[in-house]
Each structure stands twice: as structure tokens, then as C-alpha cells.
């Protein structure tokens, strides 16, 4: 019976504790008797864990994605009036750490079909100041890191990945190789946000690096700038990822690719329910990276989106517009540097885009309903 009446959700989190309920009380009642709430044997063993899933040498937990983008540019020793390259088409933390440090973002168009960095957009943006690229791993498909690496070596420029939408992702290189996305840039940066593929019950992130001493470093930027304890070396900050949070992520992980997969028969469903009508364009696939799917996104053509929003929920059926306003377009980032129309991609995305119920736990009875009523509401919504 409960089944029948169960909401649809973008992201079930209830269902999934209830999965792995049994486990997850097991941790979490662990740290609650032994009592240490920070930096207990938890976060070891899970920095640990996600260090040997990612093939990354250093995994450094911290306590949020954003700390963790912020702290991977302190520790490159970017400096004001430095150019950190990332995309207008992504969640606000990636460019806000950027001014924050008072670091210049400079903001390039994405790709239509796949939402993730225009390369040759990067290219053409590169100065003598720029010292830095973000590529944002954006819905749960690499950006073409090979490229973007080419790019960075040849100007000497650092990578920082945001894998906050896509851990777990494999790059496949051209000579057959493959990596973590996370792994293949000079840094990775992640968030646990309880929403994400691998979240927490909490806030929580992680940082990851191939590089002895960048990893030092940022350790050492992540506890208030301390090589030995009572000694600082450098102003830092406060950015932990506590023990009960460590336990609930050292569970989760071992079921992360099993979750990838079910999000992969979902997105499987709905591209077959979509592909070939001409209203809709669903996620593009692409040879150098899987798709985890943390968002299942269409891009809407002549339909009103407003309209059909309404009428999904209607039917109580959820949907959501990640991102509603291009980066370029916000206040907080208002520069001279940008006017409407510089980026037409972004523009006509945010402008166009929707996003679908996306989980694990997504059933193929409700991926179908789901369907079913985006179908009725396009014919309904055409524009004229
Ligand atoms: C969620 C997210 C972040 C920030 O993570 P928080 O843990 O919420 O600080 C950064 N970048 C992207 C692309 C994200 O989706």
C-alpha cells in the first residue's frame, strides 16, 4: 500500500537510509560510544577507502565542496588579480571561491549538448595572467580532460577539477587509459552534500591529489595554516569533515558504483522514452567519459517550460531548473568584462533546461510515469 502513495522525489534519501539502514546505525552508533567526534578512526579509514577507490595518492576530507575549491586555489598560491578559467554554465561555488580570494574569474561558454567546458572557448580566453583552469565535471559526465590538460601544459596552467557532480566517473584517455574524474588535474575537489552521488548526512567534502606536496600543504591550509600543533605557518582555515559524517560516507561508498548503475538504467529508461521526439534533446553521451548521472537534464525546444514545471508538479512529479541564470548574468558577478549575448550556449540553456527525478532508487514503473507526463505536457506546452 505504501508504495503506491510513495511521493516522487528528485533525490529519496529516506529510501535509501532505510536500505542501508542496518549499516549506517552500525557506524554512526560506533562514534556516538567511543566519542571521538573529530578526527576519529572513521575519517582515517574513509579518506583512506576513497584514496584507493580514486587511484588518487592523497585524499584530504574537509567540510564542504566549497571549502574544498578554496582551499585547493590557496594552496596553489594563486594570487589576486591572478585569471582562474571556469565555466558560466555551473553551480555558483565554483567562480564564487575565485572571487572571494579576490582572484579574477574569467567565465567561457559550455557545450550544448553535454553542458560541460567549451575547450576552444578556454583557449581563446587564456592571457598572460591566467594561472588556472576549473573544468566542472557538470550533471555526471567528464569534461574532455585530455584536451584541457594539453592546453594547461602548454600555457602552464593548473587544473582544478570540480567533481562535486560526478565522483565516481571514469576518463577514458585516447591510448586506452582511464582515471578517476578527480585524478586527472593537478587537483580534485568533491562535496558530500547529502544530495550529491556520495552524500553525506551533513555537510562534509574532500580534496585530492596526486602531489606530495601540494597535499601537505593543503592539510596543513585545511587546520588553520598548522605544520605542528600551537605552530602556524600560514593564515588557513577551519575545514573538517567530522567522524559521524566519515561513517555514513565509509558505508556509502562501497555502494556508489551499484548506485551509478541504477542512475544508469533510469537515465537508459527515460533516453528511450525521449530520443527522436523533436521538442526534446536529451543528455549527449560521449566516448571520453561514462555518465554517473547526478542529474538526468533535457534541453526543452519551443516549449514553455514554466508551464509544463507547473503541470508535472501537478501531478506531483517533481522537476527543477539547474541553473535558471548564467553566471555572467548575476549581480555578484557583474564586470565590465561580459554583456548579454557572450555566451549564447549558456544563455539559451538556462533558458531551456529541466531537470528530471534522478536516484538510485528510482523504479522503472516511476521513470515511465515520469515520462509519460513530460510527453503529454510537451504536446500540450509547443510554443507557437
Ligand atoms: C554542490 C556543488 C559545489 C559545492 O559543494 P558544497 O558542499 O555545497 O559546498 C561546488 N560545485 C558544484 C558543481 C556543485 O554541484
Redesign the pocket.
Known amino acids: 500500500m505504501e508504495q503506491a502513495v510513495k511521493k516522487i522525489q528528485m533525490v529519496d534519501l529516506k529510501t535509501q537510509y532505510n536500505r542501508l539502514k542496518p549499516e549506517i546505525d552500525e557506524a554512526i552508533k560506533a562514534v556516538l560510544d567511543h566519542a571521538i567526534f573529530i578526527n576519529g578512526p572513521e575519517v582515517k579509514s574513509f579518506a583512506s577507502d576513497l584514496s584507493q577507490y580514486l587511484g588518487a595518492k592523497h585524499v584530504i576530507p574537509c567540510a564542504?565542496?566549497?571549502?574544498?575549491?578554496q582551499i585547493a586555489m590557496m594552496a596553489l598560491d594563486l594570487r589576486p588579480g591572478d585569471e582562474v578559467i571556469t565555466a558560466d554554465f555551473?553551480?555558483v561555488?565554483?567562480a564564487e571561491v575565485i572571487g572571494l580570494l579576490q582572484l579574477t574569474p574569467v567565465l567561457v561558454d559550455v557545450y550544448p549538448g553535454t553542458f560541460d567546458i567549451d575547450v576552444d572557448a578556454i583557449e581563446k580566453a587564456i592571457t598572460p595572467r591566467t594561472k588556472a583552469i576549473v573544468p566542472?565535471h557538470?550533471f555526471g559526465q567528464c569534461a574532455d580532460m585530455e584536451r584541457i590538460m594539453t592546453i594547461a601544459k602548454k600555457h602552464n596552467l593548473h587544473v582544478i577539477e570540480?567533481v562535486?557532480?560526478a565522483i565516481g566517473a571514469d576518463y577514458k584517455f585516447k591510448d586506452g587509459r582511464s582515471g578517476k574524474a578527480g585524478t586527472i588535474g593537478t587537483i580534485g575537489?568533491t562535496?558530500?552534500?547529502p544530495s550529491?552521488n556520495l552524500g553525506c548526512y551533513g555537510?562534509?567534502?574532500a580534496i585530492f591529489t596526486n602531489d606530495e606536496n601540494l597535499a601537505r600543504r593543503i592539510r596543513m591550509i585545511a587546520n588553520h595554516g598548522q605544520s605542528v600543533q600551537y605552530v602556524h605557518d600560514e593564515i588557513g582555515c577551519n575545514s573538517r569533515l567530522d567522524s559521524i559524517q566519515a561513517a555514513v560516507l565509509g558505508v556509502k561508498l562501497k555502494y556508489l558504483d551499484a548506485f551509478a548503475k541504477a542512475r544508469n538504467r533510469a537515465a537508459d529508461l527515460y533516453d528511450k522514452a525521449f530520443s527522436g521526439n523533436k521538442f526534446l534533446r536529451i543528455p549527449e553521451r560521449v566516448s571520453y567519459s561514462n555518465h554517473v548521472f547526478h542529474q538526468y537534464t533535457l534541453v526543452l525546444n519551443r516549449i514553455d517550460r514554466e508551464q509544463l514545471k507547473i503541470f508535472l508538479e501537478a501531478k506531483g512529479i517533481p522537476a527543477m531548473i539547474y541553473y535558471p541564470i548564467p553566471l555572467h548574468s548575476q549581480k555578484a558577478f557583474s564586470s565590465d568584462r561580459y554583456k548579454p549575448g557572450d555566451f549564447p550556449v549558456t544563455e539559451s540553456l538556462c533558458a531551456s533546461v529541466i531537470s528530471l527525478p534522478m536516484h538510485p532508487e528510482l523504479e522503472g514503473s516511476t521513470v515511465a510515469l515520469i515520462s509519460s507526463a513530460v510527453l503529454e505536457g510537451v504536446e500540450k506546452f509547443k510554443l507557437k
Not at 64 to 69: P, S
Open positions: 564542504n565542496g566549497t571549502d574544498a575549491l555551473t553551480y561555488a565554483t566542472v557538470l570540480d562535486a557532480q575537489c562535496s558530500f552534500f550529491k555537510d562534509g567534502g
